[in-house]
């Protein structure tokens, strides 16, 4: 029986992981001008740290995250970052305020289709310990730009405000008043998120519930004074930045923690799963997890989904020249040490072929091995200190002084 990668996985290489690495590579670069330092947390955790943080009746911890079992422990592999980043900064007692960028595999037992896996790459970026308005602002920026640097330009940005525990407690109300008429007609999704995590409601995608939401008031016109002038302010910054941002007074985010604002990146270009980026504030959650009252935002992009949503194709970074070096027989490996060194020095690849299988057999490896030029050294290029050099692209064959093959090997980026 050949073994094969579980459902939701991929095998990566090629140009297909040079894309990955471009848009990772670039997130590196761009974030780090911004002030923000990479972390890295544990591929899993106490299922614990996720239930608490995530909502025990939201979808990820319901039926979508992997767990097991280790002496009587349960634990989850990672399915969200902002989690960890707050437990690591918790329990490593790191001064704040910080900015922390993540990019690493998450988890999510989900149904597999184009551009979700359930093993995925998620770059994130998060803003603790700052309330000022203008970070939500210019998070929010931030992503825009960053996704216009890697090629990503059809996207319109939603936003939101969903208040604090105060605004809900009393929209909640609300709801409730406006809905008990209509209850019956509810999907059961929504029959139990009314009672468990009823902001979740809005996110259904049932057609008939969602007709009835949109007669229904929605907390952004609800909010305590407090989250109405925070909002105000985010709507003034992001004027300010020059960002426009369509209100979509529906949006709620899938996870609990959320407070106030909240946004999503959607790209044309997807269909129904269209979110590309997507984030928020997160005031409460620090108190949580066991940590000081502390204000924190951020924001998550799936690479693969993004990279879906290119309208042309992102400029990867250039595969490096490959060189393979055949020597002929191993008096002549010896030679070819410096020269191989050399090569590598200049950026470039270099791979030695077996120096006791015949000429041909190291030929046809080079061929596979899809090698840009082959160098020869064998006794006719010892007695003329040379080396010859095969462009197996072009077919052509030269002969280079082993003293002006460092200017060679340069004049070829």
Known sequence: MAYQKPKGTRDIFGHDLRRIETVCHSARSFFGEHGYQEIRTPVFEYADLFIRSIGEHTD??????????????????????????????????????????????????????????????????????????????????????????????????????????????????????????RSAKLCDDCSRRMERNFLRIFDCKNKECQSIYDRVPKITDNLCKACAEHYERVKLYLGIFGIEALENKKMVRGLDYYTRTVFEFKAGKLGAQDTILAGGRYDILMKELGGPDTPALGWAMGVDRMLIALVDDIPVVPKQTIFYIVAMGETYLADMIPIRNTIQSHGCISIFADPDDPIKKQMKKANRSNADYVLIYGEQEAIDHTVTIKN????????????TLQQFIAALK
Do not use: W
Request: charged share 30%; glycine share 8%; aromatic share 8%.
């Open 60 to 181: 990820i911890v319901e039926k979508e995250n992997y767990t097991f079992k280790v002496s009587e422990r349960t634990y989850m592999l990672r399915p969200e970052g902002t989690a960890s980043v707050l437990r690591a900064v918790i329990e490593n007692n790191i001064s704040l305020p910080q900015r922390f960028l993540y990019i690493e595999p998450m988890f999510r037992r989900e149904k597999p289709q184009k551009g979700r896996y359930r093993e995925f790459i998620q770059i994130g970026i998060e803003h603790i310990g700052e309330a000022g308005a203008v970070f939500d602002a210019e998070m929010i920026e931030q992503g825009k730009r960053f996704l216009h640097a890697v090629g990503c330009n059809d996207f319109a940005i939603e936003l939101n405000s969903i208040g604090c525990p105060e605004c809900r407690a009393g929209y909640k109300k609300i709801l409730h008043s406006e809905l008990d008429a």
């Open 392 to 403: 197996m692209k072009t077919g052509e064959q030269n002969a280079v002084a082993l003293d």
